[in-house]
């Protein structure tokens, strides 16, 4: 039997997306003025979807996060887009040489291929955002994701070399010459990934840098859609984009994704219609899981209780230890969660490729997993050295799933340790920056994978810098196994190295808590099909979604 709901409660919410300001009813226009896909004897097709949290930060260079790549994913484009396969298909270019070594990639763009003001998408576009996005001065914390890769990156990050050093050519406007410092099979799939979309230099100079991306007026588009309202706190709304080269295979007019942080919220709209697409919350998996509209997904995310090395007590390792050792994660995903998420006792994602043969998760093992004999033996040790334990706090989002997921440690702390914790609820962006501050003691975070490697998560503890939302973390040691394993040729000695490095920063120096690997229970409309979630990357894909009559 489905969940009963109250009649007036859902009018009310009907009218509050109605009247909120953010156009999520019949918007007409599209970037030029015109209705975007539609003709006269066209019905448009709507899609209304939600996003669990605020978004955080539209400037690709500097975004760190799912609900920002998202939107990003769906309004820009690569040299490659991700299908419904998870393979790197050519996208802003239409095909790419790979030199026999594996070093050098020549893309050939696509001809015809435009801004969404009408400007042609060139081979400079990518240098100027590549260059962009590790240039001392603008680079965010993505930085990495080229540097690691591209010959001459990391010297540029650095500040040891130019521009010149860095090895991205344009021989033409057609033409995108790069060359890594090792062969990297998956780079491909990195072209696709947000950091690696191209920047149109000439406008970003017209908007300003301080209110470049701010608004959806201030972002130039290349992708299947538009981003014509925004509103960080609410949502925005996409329109199909005109001078998208694949246009004609963008099946949806309009997109709405909108924030609602509540899931019991978010249900509510989805059975009054207003929303095509929905999360369950845990209490309501068991009463529609016999639905026809039921179903689940997995994505490469790992959530984690993430210690600050910077704050008392959790600068000593034995009070780390005993933290994390002192929760049972399986509890968690099966009573607490109960929407398809599995147990972490590592941090690399459960279905991360691993060798061919077995995943990183199979091959790495488990490395932290509940002993409150153990846990209890360390928080004595770390007691005799820190003495008296200052006020705690466990920093986290106010959506649901982080609320419920910080309620169930500070009960499993009391329990087992006997240690009373508070908790600090954020907005989602407001988490990020207090980490980011290093305003906070421990934090329940999460990370989606970028790329399908175990070096996607694990090179985010390298340590310099020192970051706060990574604890502040930094080991020598770790630090050396991820660089080597960055120019490692041989594909075995490589893993190792990455294996080697998990072990190391979660049993010997107890950096953070694993929690989950998320899994998700959803609804979704039979009208509408081809909802495409990538494992790794920006989840949610648009460009192929219909509706069907």
Request: charged content about 25%; proline content about 4%; aromatic content about 10%.
């Amino acid at each position: 039997m489905k969940t009963k709901f109250n009649f007036l409660l859902v009018l009310s919410l009907v009218m509050a997306v109605f009247l909120s300001g953010c156009g999520f009813t019949d918007s007409k226009k599209d970037n030029d003025g015109e209705k975007a896909g539609e003709t006269n004897d066209k019905k448009e097709k709507v899609v209304n979807l939600s996003l669990a949290n605020d978004i955080p930060d539209l400037n690709q260079v500097l975004t760190t996060d799912g609900i920002s790549f998202t939107v990003l994913n769906n309004v820009m484009e690569g040299l490659y887009r991700l299908d419904e396969n998870n393979e790197p298909q050519p996208a802003m270019a239409k095909d790419v040489d790979v030199s026999d070594d594996k070093l050098t990639y020549t893309f050939h763009l696509r001809d015809g291929i435009k801004w969404s003001n009408g400007d042609p998408v060139t081979s400079e576009d990518f240098k100027y955002s590549w260059l962009r996005a590790m240039h001392p001065d603008t680079a965010g914390a993505y930085s990495d994701i080229l540097a690691n890769y591209i010959v001459g990156g990391q010297e540029f990050v650095d500040g040891e070399a130019d521009a010149s050093a860095v090895a991205i050519e344009t021989p033409d406007e057609k033409t995108l010459v790069v060359t890594l410092k090792t062969p990297t099979p998956f780079f491909l799939g990195l072209t696709a990934f947000v950091t690696y979309f191209p920047l149109n230099e000439k406008f970003i100079n017209e908007v300003g840098e301080d209110k470049f991306a701010l608004t959806a007026d201030a972002i130039l588009y290349n992708g299947p859609y538009v981003m014509t309202e925004y509103n960080q706190a609410q949502g925005v709304t996409l329109v199909k984009n005109k001078e998208y080269w694949d246009f004609e295979n963008v099946d949806v007019d309009k997109v709405s994704l909108k924030v609602i942080k509540e899931q019991s919220t978010a249900l509510n709209l989805y059975e009054a219609g207003e929303l095509d697409r929905v999360y369950l919350a845990s209490s309501d998996v068991n009463s529609y899981k016999d639905s026809e509209e039921f179903g689940t997904e997995t994505e490469f995310i790992s959530w984690y209780l993430q210690f600050n090395f910077l704050e008392k007590p959790f600068d000593n390792v034995n009070i780390r230890k005993a933290f994390q050792l002192a929760y049972d994660a399986e509890t968690l995903t099966k009573t607490v969660l109960n929407n398809g998420s599995v147990p972490a006792y590592g941090l690399v994602a459960a279905g991360v490729y691993g060798d061919g043969d077995k995943t990183f998760r199979e091959l790495s093992g488990d490395h932290v997993k509940m002993d409150v004999a153990k846990a209890k033996e360390y928080l004595e040790k770390g007691l005799a050295e820190v003495g008296e334990l200052p006020p705690l706090k466990i920093l986290t989002a106010d959506d649901t799933i982080a609320k419920d997921t910080a309620i169930f440690l500070q009960s499993e702390f009391k329990k087992n340790l006997g240690i009373d914790v508070q908790i600090d609820t954020k907005p989602y962006s407001g988490r990020l920056d207090a980490m980011r501050a290093n305003e906070f003691q421990m934090g329940i975070s999460r990370w989606g994978a970028d790329y399908n490697d175990a070096m996607d998560i694990l090179s985010l503890w390298i340590g310099e810098p020192l970051r706060g939302l990574r604890g502040n973390y930094y080991n020598e040691k770790y630090k050396q196994l991820i660089d080597d394993a960055l120019v490692e040729a041989d594909e075995n000695k490589r893993l190792q190295m990455l294996i080697d490095a998990e072990k190391l920063m979660l049993v010997d120096d107890g950096t953070l808590g694993p929690l989950y690997f998320e899994g998700k229970a959803f609804l979704q409309k039979p009208n509408v099909k081809n909802v495409v979630i990538h494992p790794y990357g920006a989840p949610i894909e648009l460009k192929m979604i219909k509706v069907v009559d």
